[in-house]
């Protein structure tokens, strides 16, 4: 699903070059459940940035789905975004002036679906998050585990490949967390590939393999255990 | 462009953020309103002046008697100039590009007028046929003075269509005959006027029947002469012409400025029309700042608006907006703004300029300035332009914005700190 090969990005500010990924490698299968853990500079945002298109990288390459991405248009990335992938945030960033199913709702307006079944596609995920009940409500409304449901469904209302999450929990507390944890699990078991950027290291240790990031190289490759594939999944694709 | 969802998507950020959205479109709509407003107000100054100005032809001089503020040879300053037949002749043989003259003489003491039981006081003017061509009538029945009446000495009578609406409330005017100090006078014609005095209440009679019946001498109050096709400065020169001529004939000096007074209404036009251009001008660059400065505010607005927005547009893009849909967002929210609210100006301008015609606004406030501000309108034209030019720089002004926030990064829109 997502092979990197020598990745290198740099950041210039003013007069400084920053050197932040250091070549690397790394190959995540589909269906898999990865975290990426580093302290704070180690380059484990740069990473999912480039992971997501949100950024581009300087030098190696990066295959997603088979297909090379090298400096493409903004246009085709958002494409290619909206078809592959989605994004839940630490911060969950939801849009303050529309209401929870309006939020979920919003990858399909840029996938052009009709707004009637837009909406009735926000209300049946929302329903599978347990938050059906609030789906008029504002986000600030809702609590932030409710909040980052909210997020979580609209990043798999496109039926994405990839789910990239940011730091999921890390504006939760630890039962919140748990919960948020298992919803992602419960995705990743209906078959998309799941990778968390994290600095916690017992969210980390939920997922399959734990990529440790270091001054902008892989330092090592944790293999943790596997969940059981042939589990029911609450969330149906 | 006419998506339906795009559009549901814009309204519902606008009526989301509705303050931000009024305090907008507030600007541009006062923008418009202003340009419109004003517009309307100088049409109408101009009118005002126009119609004013428009009594008199604009290639007439008017000559009164005045009196001599200069000592000359011998005679003491402070003689009083009296004007009579033998200037009006000389003149009318004298002057160069001379279209017509004619003179004015006064009849003194009441003139108190009457047909059967209807009486009124008119100002009773004595003239040549000729004054017709001088000031602009407008005969709505009958005829004006002619030729025969001047030569023939005949009791005839030209009058205003406010003295026939006193004299004769209820019939025709023509043919009649009306008492002037008790001797009868035949209605010829009826007109019209423009005037500076709202209250004018003119009637014309033969200025040689006049003389021989009321005056019993040859006084003139003034001659008034039009010129044919005539510069400025030609005019100039016919004016030192009259004042060397009535300086010999009366025993003035001819740079006495007190002994006649000259209206010269080509230097006058002139003047005006200058001073019409001026306030247009003035108008315009009003205007123009206006809706720059409503072009400012938005482009301001819409800056805060992308910057307000950037972490949503961030969001927006990692979800799959694409750069162009997100110019439309912001592009099309500023030219709704501006159209709608530059609509609602232009109504509100159109409509103060109604309003003020239609209830006679000026004339309720300050009576006399009423006949300077007529039908102050603001063509469609000019109306549905400046609200063209205002939604397109509107969208102008919507761009750069856009184009700013098509080039928020994901990441720098997402990062927390």
């Known amino acids: 699903m997502i092979r990197l090969q020598n990745i290198h990005k740099s950041y210039i500010t003013g ?157 939760l507390d630890s039962k919140t967390s748990i919960e ?58 | 462009m006419f998506d339906r969802d795009k559009w549901q998507e814009i309204f519902s950020t606008i009526r989301k953020n509705k303050t931000r959205t009024v305090l907008t479109g507030f600007s541009v709509a006062t923008g418009i309103f202003m340009l419109i407003f004003l517009l309307g107000a100088g049409r109408g100054l101009r ?33 009083r100039i009296q004007m009579v037949n033998e200037d009006y002749l000389g003149l009318k043989k004298s002057i160069s590009k001379l279209d017509v003259i004619s003179a004015m003489s006064y009849i003194p003491g009441a003139e108190t007028i009457s047909y059967k039981n209807n009486f009124g006081n008119f100002n009773v003017s004595p003239v040549h046929d000729t004054y017709e061509k001088i000031k602009n009538f407008e005969i709505l029945s009958g005829r004006f003075l002619n030729e025969k009446d001047i030569k023939e000495n005949r009791k005839v009578v030209v009058i205003q269509d406010v003295v026939k609406d006193v004299l004769f409330p209820k019939e025709t005017a023509i043919n009649k005959l009306i008492n002037i100090n008790n001797i009868k006078f035949k209605v010829v014609g009826v007109f019209s006027q423009q005037s500076f005095d709202e209250n004018s209440r003119d009637i014309y009679i033969p200025i040689t029947v006049a003389q021989k019946i009321f005056n019993n001498n040859d006084h003139l109050q003034r001659i008034s002469f039009t010129l044919n096709d005539i510069s400025v400065e030609e005019s100039k020169g ?35 029309a200058a001073l019409f251009t001026a306030i247009e001008m003035f108008v315009w660059i009003i205007g123009i700042f206006t809706i720059a400065l409503g072009v400012i505010g ?11 927005r950037t972490k949503e547009i961030g969001v927006r893009k990692a979800i799959g907006a694409s750069p162009a849909s997100v110019i439309g967002l912001i592009l099309m929210e500023a030219i709704f703004i501006t159209a709608a609210s530059g609509y609602i100006g232009l109504i509100a301008g159109v409509g103060l300029l109604e309003v003020i015609t239609q209830f006679d606004l000026i004339y309720k406030i ?23 030019v205002l939604v397109v720089t509107g ?12 080039r928020i990064r994901p990441i720098e829109a997402l990062r927390d700190e």
């Open chain 1, 15 to 171: 007069t400084n070059k920053l050197h932040v990924l250091k070549g690397i490698d790394l190959h995540i299968k589909e269906g898999e459940l990865v975290s990426i853990m580093g302290s704070s500079g180690s380059g484990k945002s740069t990473l999912l940035n480039i992971l997501g298109l949100l950024d581009n990288h300087d030098d190696g390459v990066y295959l997603l789905n088979q297909q090379e991405i090298k400096a493409m248009s903004e246009t085709k990335a958002a494409k290619l975004r909206n078809d592959l992938l989605g994004f839940v945030f630490q911060s969950f960033n939801l849009i303050s002036f529309k209401n929870a199913m309006e939020n979920v709702a919003l990858p399909l307006y840029y996938k052009k679906v009709a707004r009637k079944k837009r909406n009735r596609m926000a209300v049946e995920y929302l329903d599978k998050l347990g938050l059906k009940d609030w789906a008029e409500h504002m986000p600030n409304e809702l609590s932030g585990g409710q909040k980052q449901r909210v997020a979580i469904a609209r990043s798999i209302i496109t039926n994405p490949k990839i789910i990239l999450a940011d730091e999921p929990t890390g504006a």
């Open chain 2, 366 to 388: 300050y009576p006399p300035a009423a006949i300077y501000f007529v039908n102050p309108q603001v063509d469609l034209g000019i109306a549905v332009g400046a609200t063209i």
């Open chain 2, 238 to 272: 016919v004016v030192q012409q009259v004042i060397y001529k009535m300086a010999d004939k009366h025993g003035f000096s001819k740079e006495d400025k007190s002994a006649l007074w000259i209206q010269n209404n080509i230097e006058n036009s002139q003047t005006f």
């Open chain 2, 47 to 79: 009118n005002g002046m126009t119609s004013v100005f428009a009594q008199d032809a604009t290639n007439s001089m008017q000559i009164y008697g005045g009196r001599t503020t200069k000592a000359y040879k011998g005679t003491p300053e402070g003689k």
């Open chain 1, 180 to 237: 948020v944890m298992d919803i992602l699990k419960e995705i990743n078991a209906s078959g998309i590939t799941v990778i968390i950027v994290t600095h916690e290291n017992d969210i980390a240790h939920m997922t399959d393999r734990i990529i440790n990031l270091k001054d902008g190289r892989i330092e090592s490759i944790i293999e943790t255990r596997k969940v059981n594939r042939t589990e029911s999944s609450k969330i149906p694709q």
């Open chain 2, 395 to 406: 969208a102008l002004a919507g761009f750069f914005p856009a184009r700013k926030a098509a």
């Open chain 2, 298 to 308: 938005v482009f301001n607005i819409m800056m805060i608006v992308v910057k307000e």
